[in-house]
């Protein structure tokens, strides 16, 4: 891993990567290893000073192959995923080896890294994170090829997600942020040592999260929104869902209770930034990783 980026702001309210990329800008022997270059990009400066989590569209989705490569797609957010393709890529070919892309969410996830692969790096790099910072928590987004995610940090072979909350958009919070940079600081120190081959003696598994399915908000056959996320999973990110529990209360008071024939555990719950869709969870499998 000669090149490695961090990237922040890459939604214009998400703050806490943008307080600590002004931080290490200031200082960056913080966030400097020995065996390999690093550069920081701050992703989306209009969308931070209008205070807004983008401006035209989610800058986080604008990283498929061909949308970086259809000249029509021009808005803001496109033209900024295009640029920020030609600094660090571009995809498929990228100069950059390494991409964390810094994210806060309004759930109660805590320090989450969220891994796009499950290669032999980024089992050693989650087990590594895990031993040093016990709650942190893995999640696993790898059930499409590295090269099919829309998501920025896929310009790279590697890359994640560093994913911190409960934070409020438009908010910093100290443990929040705080969270975001030990984790930051645990990943560069592993891909300095795994550049090194010194890669210290990791445990044999971990357990991690694996994305199984997305679940919207209740709707009528209108699409509008009828009800809301039982209060019995609010903030209970990581905590198992299974069939028969209280999922949903709509407005009417009706409780709306899961059918699902797995034990799941629900993330993303309730993200501010997913109403656009109606969106109410992500819902994971646990799983054990082998390292």
């Given at each position: 891993?000669?090149?490695?980026?961090?990237?922040?702001?890459?939604?214009?309210?998400?703050?806490?990567?943008?307080?600590l990329?002004?931080?290490?800008?200031?200082?960056p022997?913080k966030i400097q290893r020995?065996?390999f270059?690093?550069?920081?990009?701050f992703?989306?400066?209009?969308?931070?000073?209008?205070?807004?989590?983008?401006?035209?569209c989610?800058?986080?989705r604008?990283f498929?192959?061909?949308d970086?490569?259809?000249?029509?797609l021009?808005?803001?957010?496109?033209s900024?995923?295009?640029?920020?393709?030609?600094?660090l890529?571009?995809?498929?070919?990228?100069q950059?080896?390494?991409?964390i892309?810094?994210?806060n969410?309004?759930?109660?996830?805590?320090?989450?890294l969220?891994?796009?692969?499950?290669d032999a790096f980024?089992?050693?790099?989650?087990a590594?994170v895990k031993?040093?910072m016990?709650?942190?928590?893995?999640?696993l987004?790898?059930?499409?090829e590295?090269?099919?995610?829309?998501?920025?940090?896929?310009?790279a072979?590697?890359?994640?997600?560093?994913e911190?909350?409960?934070?409020?958009?438009?908010?910093?919070?100290?443990d929040?942020l705080?969270?975001?940079?030990?984790?930051?600081?645990?990943?560069?120190?592993?891909v300095?040592?795994?550049?090194?081959?010194?890669?210290?003696e990791?445990?044999?598994?971990?357990e991690?999260?694996?994305?199984h399915?997305?679940?919207k908000?209740?709707e009528?056959e209108?699409?509008?929104?009828?009800?809301?996320?039982?209060?019995n999973?609010?903030?209970?990110?990581?905590?198992?869902?299974?069939?028969?529990?209280?999922?949903?209360t709509?407005?009417d008071?009706?409780?709306?209770?899961?059918?699902?024939?797995?034990?799941a555990?629900?993330?993303?719950?309730n993200e501010?930034?997913?109403?656009?869709?109606?969106?109410?969870?992500?819902?994971?499998?646990k799983?054990l990783?082998?390292?």
């Amino acid at each position: 891993m000669n090149k490695v980026a961090i990237v922040g702001g890459t939604h214009g309210n998400e703050f806490s990567g943008i307080y600590l990329l002004k931080k290490w800008r200031q200082n960056p022997a913080k966030i400097q290893r020995d065996s390999f270059e690093i550069q920081t990009v701050f992703a989306n400066p209009q969308a931070f000073e209008a205070n807004k989590r983008y401006l035209d569209c989610d800058m986080n989705r604008q990283f498929g192959l061909n949308d970086l490569n259809n000249p029509e797609l021009a808005n803001y957010e496109q033209s900024r995923a295009k640029a920020i393709n030609a600094q660090l890529g571009p995809k498929g070919e990228a100069q950059s080896d390494f991409i964390i892309d810094l994210h806060n969410t309004t759930s109660n996830m805590g320090p989450s890294l969220i891994l796009l692969k499950s290669d032999a790096f980024n089992r050693q790099m989650a087990a590594y994170v895990k031993s040093n910072m016990p709650d942190a928590v893995i999640v696993l987004e790898d059930q499409i090829e590295m090269v099919e995610h829309t998501f920025l940090c896929s310009i790279a072979e590697q890359g994640v997600i560093v994913e911190v909350g409960p934070q409020p958009q438009s908010v910093v919070r100290q443990d929040v942020l705080d969270w975001m940079e030990a984790m930051t600081g645990h990943i560069l120190d592993f891909v300095d040592l795994y550049n090194r081959d010194e890669v210290p003696e990791l445990p044999s598994s971990f357990e991690a999260y694996k994305y199984h399915e997305t679940l919207k908000l209740p709707e009528d056959e209108n699409g509008e929104r009828i009800g809301m996320v039982h209060k019995n999973v609010q903030d209970a990110d990581f905590k198992p869902l299974r069939n028969g529990d209280p999922i949903y209360t709509l407005f009417d008071g009706t409780e709306v209770c899961w059918d699902g024939d797995y034990e799941a555990y629900p993330h993303f719950i309730n993200e501010a930034a997913y109403y656009d869709n109606n969106l109410a969870m992500s819902l994971a499998k646990k799983v054990l990783v082998e390292v």
